[in-house]
């Protein structure tokens, strides 16, 4: 093992890639909060925040700040390691799934070529999944140690839920992965942008099963069981006070933004500028409108998922269970099987 | 000298898993085991492997795991494993399947030379998912019809 | 059953069909009902800015009243106080010495007038018992405090302003007083 035969500069580029990527899912994260109280007023004929700096820009400001001030509570009875680790390992499986999305195309900044990507690995969306699974110890250790029955219920939900429809998500990514033949997200998107259509037009049922999924993954509504605000008691950070709680909450709209951005990327051709031709831009403008596109598509995606929430009331626990086991894993199943009859008939 | 880290990872969580008093502990702790194999075999170059191990072992079964323990509420206290008995028959057992783990890792010196020089590419998906259809396609289905049973004892032990 | 209003529903309880059944199409349309409430007009009253009108019979805040002079109308005849059915109001007489004449209105005027707007129940029926004009139920609430005593209204607190010293605040509050006398009649 030489250490010292590092490639540095490719040392550095990643490290500012990382940082550059996790500082704007953290503002963005902070805005979704912003973002997703407007809608909200929005939708209800509200105006919703407006009063902290012009049109109240400065709402999430204030609300970290606030979190930030409270009193840190950590209750008597709790497992005090682990109600620590609980929040802290939700903020880090929420960051950590950025690291493979390709947030653009590639660019040459003096002599070297540098991927917006901070890792292309070739088991992309196997990462996602171990990651996502990851999430559920963030919800079921911090309901735990707070040791109270609710919590620990809320808990049990969350991470019930959150494995029932983990199987669906990846029965209907099969689909999209017989298609593309690669687990690359970097490959995934590349071909989306040399082929004419975007993946959501040969997996339409593909891309609903993986949005309702995508749903109940990030906990949110209708799917928001495990912190049921108006059932449990707040569900699993009833116990958390201060930053920890801020820490749950911000990890939410996190994963929501990382989530919504690959389903960009999977399902709306990633990086890829509807109606123009990347190869005609030159370098720079090409990175910056597949960036912008990217976003983009990623906004109206967190858009969506704000409007449902804000339209649907929340599932009963048996009926979302239904729904998962019942509904849509035997619809990935069919329309993986149905993928793959055409994808034969059409190899041969 | 990642190999080591991750090994004495592997093993000091392994042993903290045997050694916590507290049975949810124990979990996490395997948990962390179970990252530090996968490190392992990122270092075999199986990302595949090591991506599939943190999903299932990490992140669903020991879920289940976790729920159990939750949910009977065991705690310090009430410590099983009183017998003596039943402690000398783990330890023999423990015994033994280490010793048939040995006996089966001891001719794998053609792997280490791949494993040094990073240049394994059994545990690539490409390689792996042609081996597993090709030359193993018989075991790979029997063990899927093992788990179709085990799936359908499941439902029919929870329907009654 | 007769209905009370024309607005009555019957619930439609026939059985779902299939297109209903998978919801999809239904979360649709309500999904494109909430869309379209994006569009349409707030229904919020930005609070310090805008205020929601006040009804013109709306009972608040007690005055007294001055005339075009300044004098203070009060007597100290003490019916408002007769009149209180929460026993709210407390005075104090006193006779009017000369060189006070254009301060008071007549001989006699209250030295102390206090309200207990803890007590108050603002029905408004000492504005109707006063002869003399002198008392009248504005368009204001009683602000929180932090004491009881501090709400204890005295003459400082209630009398509008003197239209010598300050007489556009006289004109605002003797308009404010118009308006009610009308709403009265």
């Keep these: 093992m030489n250490i010292l035969a590092l490639d540095w500069a490719f040392a550095i580029e990643k490290m500012v890639l990382i940082a550059i990527v996790i500082s704007v899912s953290l503002v963005i994260a902070m805005y979704a909060t912003y973002a997703e109280r407007k809608v909200a007023g929005f939708i209800q004929d509200r105006h919703g925040p407006n009063r902290a700096g012009p049109f109240g820009l400065l709402q999430p400001l204030a609300d970290g700040l606030k979190l930030f ?63 996502v699974s990851m999430g559920v110890y963030g919800i079921m250790i911090g309901g735990w140690a707070s040791n109270n029955k609710f919590s620990l219920m809320a808990a049990l939900r969350g991470a019930s839920q959150a494995i029932s429809y983990e199987l669906a998500m990846g029965l209907s990514l099969i689909a999209l992965l017989m298609l ?6 970097k490959t995934i998107v590349e071909q989306q942008i040399s082929g004419n259509w ?39 950070h009833q116990e958390y006070s201060s930053m920890k709680l801020g820490f749950f909450l911000f990890a939410e709209y996190i994963n929501m933004f990382i989530s919504c951005a690959i389903i960009a990327t999977l399902f709306f051709g990633g990086y890829d500028m509807p109606f123009v031709d990347e190869t005609k831009l030159s370098g720079m403008t090409a990175l910056l409108t597949g960036v912008a596109a990217l976003f983009g598509k990623t906004f109206i995606l967190i858009f969506v998922f704000m409007w449902i929430r804000w339209t649907l009331p929340r599932f009963r626990y048996d009926q979302l269970m239904n729904l998962g086991w019942k509904g849509l894993i035997p619809l990935a199943l069919l329309n993986m099987v149905v993928t793959a009859a055409i994808a034969l008939y059409t190899m041969k | 000298m990642l190999f080591w880290f991750l090994t004495v990872m592997a093993l000091g969580s392994a042993l903290m898993v045997v050694f916590s008093k507290n049975p949810v502990h124990s979990i996490l702790w395997l948990i962390v085991t179970f990252f530090s194999i996968s490190g392992h075999y990122v270092l075999l170059n199986a990302q595949f492997l090591a991506i599939v191990n943190i999903i299932v072992y990490a992140g669903a079964i020991m879920v289940l795991f976790l ?56 545990g690539l998906i490409n390689n792996l998912g042609t081996v597993l259809f090709k030359d193993y396609v018989l075991p790979f ?11 359908v004892g499941a439902v029919v032990i929870g329907k009654k | 059953m007769q209905s009370l209003t024309q607005r009555a529903k019957s619930v439609d309880r026939s059985p779902l069909s299939w297109l ?39 009972r608040g805040l007690h005055v007294l009243n001055r005339d075009e002079e300044g004098r203070e109308r009060c007597t100290a005849c003490g019916l408002c106080a007769v009149a209180c059915p929460a026993e709210a109001i407390t005075m104090e007489a006193a006779e009017r010495l000369p060189g006070e004449e254009n301060l008071y209105r007549e001989e006699k005027y209250a030295a102390r007038y206090e309200i207990n707007m803890l007590r108050c129940i603002f029905c408004g029926l000492c504005e109707e018992a006063c002869p003399k004009d002198a008392v009248y139920l504005s368009e204001t609430f009683a602000p929180a405090n932090y004491s009881r005593k501090s709400f204890i209204y005295g003459k400082p607190d209630l009398l509008i302003p003197d239209p010598v010293t300050k007489p556009e605040e006289y004109k605002e509050a003797k308009g404010l007083i118009e308006k009610k006398k009308k709403s009265k009649s």
């Design chain 1, 69 to 131: 001030f409270k009193e840190e509570v950590i209750p008597n009875h709790s497992n005090k390691w682990l109600f620590v680790l609980g929040p802290c390992l939700a903020m880090l499986t929420a960051m950590m799934t950025s690291a493979i999305i390709p947030w653009g195309g590639t660019v040459e900044i003096g002599g070297r070529m540098i991927d917006l990507q901070i890792a292309d690995i070739n088991i992309g969306i196997l990462y996602v999944f171990g990651v």
């Design chain 1, 180 to 185: 593309t033949g690669s687990l690359s997200l």
């Design chain 1, 198 to 236: 975007w993946n959501i037009v040969y997996q339409p049922l593909g891309f609903f099963i993986f949005f309702v999924c995508a749903l109940a993954e990030c906990n949110r509504a209708p799917f928001d069981l495990p912190e049921a605000e108006s059932e449990l008691n707040m569900g699993y």
């Design chain 2, 67 to 122: 729920f159990v323990v939750m949910m009977m509420n065991l705690n310090d206290i009430s410590s099983p494993l009183k017998n003596k008995w039943l402690k000398f028959a783990g330890v023999i057992s423990g015994c033994s399947l280490l010793l048939v783990l040995i006996a089966a890792l001891k001719d794998t010196g053609t792997m280490q030379q791949e494993v040094l020089l990073n240049t394994g590419k059994i």
């Design chain 2, 141 to 151: 289905e029997i063990s899927s019809v093992l788990f179709l049973s085990a799936m």
């Design chain 3, 20 to 58: 209903e059944k998978i919801y999809v199409w239904n979360i649709f349309k309500g999904m494109l009902i909430t869309f379209s409430h994006i569009f349409k007009k707030k229904v919020t009253i930005q609070y310090p800015e805008q205020t929601r009108p006040f009804s013109p019979v709306f």
